[in-house]
């Protein structure tokens, strides 16, 4: 129910105006949110709701880390040599993170990514519903999978174990070295 909640308050209407059949039950969760399904303009969507008062959580735990931040920049002694500035370090590492919870960010990197690989056809990345998501919630195709440790789920769809952890392999190994 909190989670349904959380989808009305984000885009200002009825769960029931937008989506139809919203799960009750998480088909995930995780320490950052959890995801729902529904249906959306006649397609199965896959809901990823941030988690009640996570930026607020992130809020004081960074504050507190500010503070611890600030004070090595007057005590470290450096002597190792290295020059660094704790502050410096702190704000960039606050950046990222509040950057990761911000769905909109999420669907942009999904879009870029999508665009990135748009030419092998073995990569799927699942189409974001803008218009419909906030920086706390995420719209996407669902798209119906399993995970490639699965063996038994590999084995059993057919799918060429060898050929899978190339193109695994590959596709790691082009973000890293061309995206």
């Known amino acids: 129910e909190r989670a349904k909640g959380i989808v009305e308050a984000e885009l200002g209407r009825p ?4 989506f139809q059949d919203f799960s009750d039950a998480p088909l995930a969760a995780a320490s950052l949110g959890q995801v729902h399904t529904a249906m959306y303009k006649g397609k ?6 941030q988690r009640a008062g996570l930026k607020e959580l992130f809020d004081v735990d960074l504050k507190n880390l500010k503070k611890l931040a600030t004070l090595l920049d007057k005590f ?3 002597s190792d040599g290295a020059d660094r500035e704790w502050a410096s370090i702190y704000d960039e590492s606050a950046k990222l993170l509040y950057k990761e919870i911000d769905y909109l960010n999420e669907a942009e990197n999904a879009d ?6 748009k030419e092998l056809e073995w990569v799927r990345v699942p189409t974001c519903y803008r218009e419909v998501s906030t920086p706390k919630v995420l719209v996407m195709e ?15 769809v057919g799918l060429d174990r060898k050929l899978l952890a190339k193109r695994t392999a590959d596709s790691f190994l082009r973000q890293i070295v061309e995206t």
């Open 44 to 49: 199965k969507v896959a809901i990823k709701v």
């Open 15 to 18: 769960l029931n105006m937008v």
């Open 142 to 156: 669902y798209v119906d999978s399993f995970k490639l440790t699965d063996i038994k789920a590999v084995e059993a």
């Open 112 to 117: 870029r990514f999508a665009a990135d690989f």
């Open 76 to 78: 470290d002694p450096k």
